[in-house]
């Protein structure tokens, strides 16, 4: 089973529209989980994380974890065509000799058309 | 300068060259990585380092080179290498500690002929 998995896509919303991102990870003992973005050839840039239980908003992100279900997502408000890019799931263990060591999804890639 | 700098930004080598990626980080961060990105495929983790520490290397073939002389520097030494290993490789940096994320360069793409 893989670490982290995410739908790779391509998945593709009308501007204005809400675009939702969905990751799942493998070790229950996953404490932090952070949603970057990449455009193409280009290197990620952190979008925001969360660590507890619940929802998170910043501006039209919103990230949403649920422990329980191991699973983490990205709601996208009023999708805009600059938000076309892979958005990338990453999970932090907590525990182990590398605190900051993070665990990559395959990513999924977002279009929002015009 | 700010951030986390890594050059050079292209990087063509024949599989009979030796070359070397250099990452520079402002940011304060004691933890310094190499990561390596092909396409279809998750960033691959390949060194970690924690205060100059090397603390994960992730099988990477020895052909990769890692050298991080301070905090604030890291290197990764190329030779010998194949065209499979065409990619781009990506430095990070982060605090060594719970919920810190981890800040990347720009990336060097390499093309290895």
């Known amino acids: 089973q893989k670490e982290v998995e995410q739908n790779s896509g391509p998945l593709s919303v009308p501007e204005g529209a809400i675009a939702s991102l969905n990751c799942t990870y493998s070790d229950r003992g996953s404490q932090s989980f952070f949603w970057y973005r990449q455009y193409s050839g280009k290197s990620p840039e952190l979008i925001m994380f969360i660590y507890s239980n619940g929802d998170k908003e910043d501006g039209r992100f919103t990230a949403q974890l649920n422990k329980a279900s191991q699973y983490v997502s990205l709601l996208i408000r009023d999708s805009q065509p600059s938000d076309s890019a892979t958005y990338l799931c990453a999970v932090q263990r907590g525990r182990g000799s590398t605190l900051g060591r993070l665990y990559f999804g395959r990513g999924t890639q977002l279009t929002v058309w015009p | 300068e700010t951030g986390v700098t890594q050059t050079p930004r292209h990087l063509v080598m024949g599989m009979t060259n030796k070359k070397s990626l250099k990452c520079e980080q402002h940011?304060?961060?004691?933890?310094m990585y190499w990561y390596k990105q092909s396409a279809k495929k998750p960033l691959e983790l390949m060194f970690v380092?924690?205060?100059?520490?090397?603390?994960e290397n992730n099988s990477v073939p020895s052909r990769f080179s890692p050298e991080c002389p301070n905090s604030s520097h890291l290197f990764l030494h190329l030779h010998t290498l194949q065209p499979e290993d065409s990619a781009l490789y990506l430095c990070?940096?982060?605090?060594?500690?719970?919920?810190?994320?981890?800040?990347f360069g720009n990336g060097t793409r390499l093309t290895v002929t």
């Open positions: 380092y924690n205060f100059k520490e090397q603390t």
């Open positions: 940011l304060g961060h004691n933890a």
């Open positions: 990070a940096s982060s605090q060594e500690r719970q919920s810190s994320p981890l800040h």
